[in-house]
């Protein structure tokens, strides 16, 4: 009888879910749809669920301007955000939770003002930053801001990791003759890798999505694939499929990464997050 | 680990490295005869625009590369903002508008381009441009851009359910209203409008204005959006907007050829730039159904309720580039030859090219050059109106929306208006 | 608890402060310059382009007096709540379901995350798109079953119910990853004995489950909280504000004081009382957390 009612749950749920990624997933079809019909047919007050697919659109991003170069100058920047921003924010955590004191306590709550300003307000004050420091169109610079940005929320996240682990484990790796370095790069690094795992897709998530500060920071060189497809954001009808095919291209690589890294985001979120 | 670190740490290393390697001068010498030189454009960007973008890559000067960066409208005006503000030399052509022009030769940020127009007058033949069109870019006596094309606001009408029905194409205001009314049958509705506060709403509300022989503000600058003339022609949009389509209020150009497009409209009133795209068969299920006339006035013979606008190109005035060089670059692209392959897509400048010819074959241009000639007004382009625009358009669009009164709530834009020119020293 | 006072401990302590000091170094560079730049312009009147003029807390004064600024702060407040509360219990059911499935959780999992990989922007087109009369996706959904959809956009209710859909759409799967994660450390153990006991599925939800994750509840309604308070770009692409100023949310409110009205002072100001409203209930929430873990 019991294992009845747990077979009713487990089909509810199965239904429950399926119902959920149905909703997460309509829209993207339809934005899809968009993408692949010409204008007429894609704002039709008469929707067609079979059509031909049109590659138009895409031809036009991917062929014409060149997407390809947005796509690197896009992978760069977030690739460099990522491995400059997780060591920093996982040293900080773990630096500020062994200094155990009121000053990091301060130093970890007022890190967050950043994420309470307004981000538009902050375009000009970076803008000359970055016009002061002749850095305008360089990679430099949106690295910078990025990992700057991202650095709060990193390092509260690692340290939400880090905090479990016990601190009789840098005593004993201590013991066993390992300098500070050593525990770390030794004994702390590698349990909370799944946790480096999580803090790296949330800083992929943030940095390759970016747009406002991209927008104004970078020119030709350095253009960004969220910024290429900003063009295509009004004032032509056409512009408007051209535009989707952009939102959908732009989120195929997301899909391919999280895929991947999709293991260690439950086994990292596992390892690192509550007291038993 | 120790190796997975390292290696780490020197791609990191190698990342930085490169991207300050990829730090190179933006502009090489003012050498006008020998060293090759690059122009950075900042566009805005729709059909005619890129039209014209390529006519500057395509017709530089000998030696001069121009290189072109397109934005939408708000991304290009916050980016050249931010540049022109700081003083950077990162763009030496930039796509302007009159509006734009007011503002940014406000703030000393463009180079005054009175003397190459003269030194250039016969060479390029500016006389061929309109005097009505100089004026536009100017601001305190001096011209400040070069103009491209230009634009008005017309009517759409269906040809074929206007001969089914057997009505006349309206030409007052009243009969605007009654013709939306009786065409608006099921699915369809009589007629759309753009309405999104505030850029479009204000073209539509000023188009209006226009047509009633109002005005923002009378010869004293004190603010008139309660007077009779505002309220008429609020009181002529509320009654169309009873026979627009479901979700009106919230229109920018593309909803509302979306709507004449797919036979979901039979009128609308839009600018000449969207009018090619009816007869496109990839945009449009009513090709070749679609025929234009000035929009109606007031009374027969009155003002058309119609703005007109129109885009160029200014110099930016710390561009590290010959400025003359620009000039002539920019002149150029906007010559006679270019703005003739340029009649596709949109209304060209020169009176050379805007024959009778072509009036004759196209008739949104005809429509449009009518409303020009019979009064069609311009945007102000004071730097206030901004904010002028922000306030009394939200208002105007609760209004629409039915959570405010008209009369108080224009009577409330008043004092805030006045409160705004107030403040900008309008009334010492 | 603080370590023994030797003067070996000290030298030990400090040698972590140094491992911060690169992460707050990057952090404070690039922060202190931008924020400090937009309080001291808060105090000015300044049109960019002309000379600033000094006007004190003039800006502040004006603002809390501002009818527009006040309805902004208003509508922002009632959609952060209403997300954010939303979004935890969502994202909660969701985990809690996510718990109960076997082998198909993984593909569906990547399904209901896609919304979060999306930007904010992309997800106002996309949805203004689904919400908008005659052609839109849901108006056609709608008119197969003959139901007749709202004017989403024209009417400020709905607008308002719009904007508040879609950020729970695009943000639950926040709350969902982490609450997902956290159900799988909550000991079995405890799950064990209270089922022993004779506590139904409810009981052992709220009185074991819940508990064990207070404080990832009072991260994600903490970090959601500082997030949908500061919501622009999928507003202004979805409704621009309206109808009116329906939508207007505090950023918006002070993105056209500064940039369309050019009012970067006031902007400015804006800004930094955003900020001061964000701080307070987050300090409390935080304080909140360290007490959940103190447990």
């Known amino acids: 009888m019991n294992s009845d009612r747990h077979k009713l749950m487990r089909r509810a749920s199965l239904a429950g879910l399926i119902g959920v990624a149905a909703i997460s997933v309509i829209p993207f079809y339809y934005v899809f749809t968009i993408a692949s019909k010409t204008p007429a047919e894609a704002f039709s007050a008469s929707f067609q669920v079979f059509y031909?697919?049109?590659?138009?659109?895409?031809?036009?991003?991917?062929?014409?301007?060149?997407?390809?170069?947005?796509?690197?100058?896009?992978?760069?920047?977030?690739?460099?955000?990522?491995?400059?921003?997780?060591?920093?924010?996982?040293?900080?955590?773990?630096?500020?939770?062994?200094h155990e004191s009121r000053f990091?306590?301060?130093?970890?709550?007022?890190?967050?003002?950043?994420?309470?300003?307004?981000?538009?307000?902050?375009?000009?004050p970076y803008f000359l930053l970055a016009d002061t420091l002749h850095l305008t169109d360089t990679y430099t610079i949106l690295?910078?801001?990025?990992?700057?940005?991202?650095?709060?929320?990193?390092?509260?996240?690692?340290?939400?990791?880090?905090?479990?682990?016990?601190?009789?484990?840098?005593?004993?790796?201590?013991?066993?003759?390992?300098?500070?370095i050593k525990t770390v790069t030794h004994v702390i690094l590698p349990l909370s890798m799944p946790g480096i795992g999580t803090a790296a897709i949330f800083t992929f998530l943030l940095s390759y999505n970016e747009y406002l500060f991209a927008l104004v920071l970078t020119g030709k060189k350095t253009m960004t694939l969220t910024?290429?497809?900003?063009?295509?954001?009004?004032?032509?009808?056409?512009y408007w499929c051209t535009n989707a095919a952009g939102v959908v291209s732009i989120i195929a690589p997301i899909c391919v990464v999280m895929v991947l890294l999709q293991k260690w985001l439950v086994k990292g979120l596992t390892a690192g997050a509550v007291k038993g | 680990m120790k190796r997975i670190t390292s290696a780490v740490a020197g791609f990191a290393v190698l990342i930085t490295l490169t991207a300050c390697g990829d730090e190179q001068p933006q502009t090489e010498g003012t050498n006008e005869s020998a060293a090759p030189v690059t122009l950075h454009l900042l566009s805005h960007t729709y059909a005619s625009l890129e039209y014209y973008a390529g006519q500057l890559e395509a017709k530089a000067p000998e030696g001069v590369t121009v290189e072109a960066e397109m934005t939408n409208y708000s991304d290009w005006q916050e980016k050249m903002r931010l540049n022109l503000a700081s003083g950077s030399d990162s763009y030496d052509i930039t796509y302007i508008t009159p509006q734009d022009v007011a503002e940014f030769a406000a703030n000393?940020?463009?180079?005054?381009?009175?003397?190459?127009?003269e030194k250039y007058r016969d060479e390029y033949d500016f006389d061929d441009i309109p005097e009505y069109l100089w004026e536009a870019y100017s601001y305190e006596g001096h011209i400040y851009g070069i103009p491209s094309h230009q634009w008005a606001m017309i009517l759409f009408y269906r040809t074929d359910l206007f001969d089914e029905s057997g009505l006349d194409v309206p030409e007052t205001l009243g009969q605007l209203v009654d013709t939306a009314k009786s065409m608006t049958a099921d699915g369809r509705s009589g007629i759309t409008l753009t309405l999104a506060a505030a850029d479009m709403l204000m073209v539509t509300y000023q188009s209006f204005l226009t047509a009633t022989g109002g005005w923002f503000w009378d010869d004293a600058y004190k603010p008139q959006f309660s007077s009779e003339a505002s309220l008429t022609a609020i009181d002529y949009i509320m009654d169309l907007y009873e026979y627009t389509p479901a979700d009106s209020s919230t229109y920018t150009n593309n909803e509302a050829v979306v709507a004449m497009g797919q036979d979901l409209a039979t009128m609308a009133l839009l600018q000449t730039t969207r009018s090619s795209a009816m007869d496109d068969p990839e945009q449009s299920i009513v090709v070749g159904k679609v025929g234009f006339a000035s929009a109606p006035s007031l009374t027969v013979g009155g003002p058309s309720a119609a703005i007109w606008n129109t885009a160029g190109y200014s110099i930016p005035k710390d561009s590290a580039q010959d400025k003359e060089l620009i000039f002539r670059t920019i002149a150029n692209a906007t010559d006679k030859q270019s703005s003739a392959g340029g009649v596709e897509s949109s209304m060209p400048c020169r009176e050379s090219v805007l024959t009778e010819d072509l009036l004759d074959g196209r008739s949104d241009y005809a429509a449009a050059w009518k409303a020009i000639q019979s009064g069609a007004t311009l945007r102000p382009t004071i730097p206030e109106f901004g904010e002028i625009m922000e306030i009394s358009m939200t208002a105007l669009s609760s209004v629409i929306t039915g959570q405010a009164e008209a009369r108080t709530a224009m009577e409330q834009v008043d004092k805030e208006v006045e409160a705004v020119l107030k403040d900008a020293g309008y009334y010492n | 608890m603080k370590p023994a006072r030797t003067s070996r401990g000290v030298l030990n302590r400090n040698r972590y402060l140094g491992f911060a000091a690169p992460s707050v170094m990057v952090m404070f560079a690039i922060m202190i310059f931008p924020l400090g730049y937009a309080v001291y312009y808060s105090l000015f009147a300044y049109k960019?382009?002309?000379?600033?003029?000094?006007?004190?807390?003039?800006?502040?004064?004006?603002?809390?007096?501002?009818?527009?600024?006040?309805?902004a702060v208003r509508f922002s407040i009632v959609f952060t709540l209403v997300t954010m509360i939303a979004q935890v219990v969502l994202g909660m059911a969701i985990a809690l379901l996510m718990e109960n499935v076997g082998r198909s959780r993984k593909l569906l999992s990547i399904l209901i995350y896609l919304p979060y990989f999306i930007s904010a922007t992309a997800s106002g087109i996309i949805f203004r798109w689904i919400f908008m009369s005659d052609w839109g996706l849901l108006s056609q959904v709608l008119s197969v079953f003959h139901i007749s959809s709202p004017s989403w956009f024209d009417d400020p209710n709905w607008a308002q119910l719009a904007v508040v859909l879609v950020e729970i759409w695009q943000n639950t799967p926040f709350a969902?990853?982490?609450?997902?994660?956290?159900?799988?450390?909550?000991?079995?153990?405890?799950?064990?004995?209270?089922?022993?006991?004779g506590a139904g599925a409810w009981r052992r939800l709220w009185h074991v489950t819940i508990p064990n994750l207070r404080h990832l509840i009072i991260l994600v309604i903490t970090i959601r909280y500082m997030d949908a308070f500061r919501i622009y770009d999928r507003i202004a692409v979805m409704t621009g504000g309206g109808p009116g100023d329906a939508t207007e949310s505090v950023s918006l409110f002070a993105y056209r004081t500064a940039f369309t009205n050019l009012h970067l002072g006031k902007g400015c100001a804006a800004g930094v009382l955003i900020l001061i409203m964000l701080a307070i209930p987050v300090s409390a929430l935080l304080k909140l957390m360290r007490n959940a873990e103190a447990d």
């Not at chain 1, 955000?81 to 500020?96: D, F, H, N, R, W």
């Not at chain 1, 910024?227 to 056409?238: D, F, R, T």
């Not at chain 2, 000393?108 to 127009?117: K, M, T």
């Not at chain 3, 969902?176 to 006991?197: K, N, R």
Request: charged letters at 15%; one cysteine or more; hydrophobic letters at 55%.
């Open chain 1, 52 to 98: 031909k697919i049109t590659w138009d659109n895409f031809r036009q991003l991917w062929v014409d301007d060149n997407f390809l170069d947005y796509f690197v100058n896009s992978m760069i920047v977030t690739a460099a955000s990522m491995i400059v921003s997780v060591p920093l924010a996982t040293l900080a955590a773990y630096g500020l939770i062994r």
């Open chain 3, 48 to 71: 960019l382009g002309r000379e600033p003029t000094f006007v004190g807390l003039g800006n502040y004064v004006n603002l809390l007096t501002d009818r527009g600024f006040i309805g």
């Open chain 1, 143 to 180: 690295v910078l801001i990025i990992v700057a940005s991202n650095q709060p929320f990193a390092v509260w996240l690692m340290r939400g990791f880090l905090i479990t682990l016990p601190k009789e484990l840098d005593e004993a790796a201590r013991i066993d003759g390992c300098g500070l």
């Open chain 1, 227 to 238: 910024v290429a497809v900003g063009k295509y954001a009004a004032e032509e009808l056409i």
């Open chain 3, 176 to 197: 969902v990853i982490i609450f997902y994660a956290g159900l799988q450390a909550v000991s079995s153990d405890q799950m064990e004995a209270a089922a022993i006991d």
């Open chain 2, 108 to 117: 000393g940020w463009l180079e005054p381009l009175d003397d190459f127009v």
């Open chain 1, 104 to 124: 990091s306590n301060r130093l970890l709550n007022s890190m967050l003002a950043l994420r309470m300003f307004p981000p538009m307000l902050l375009l000009i």
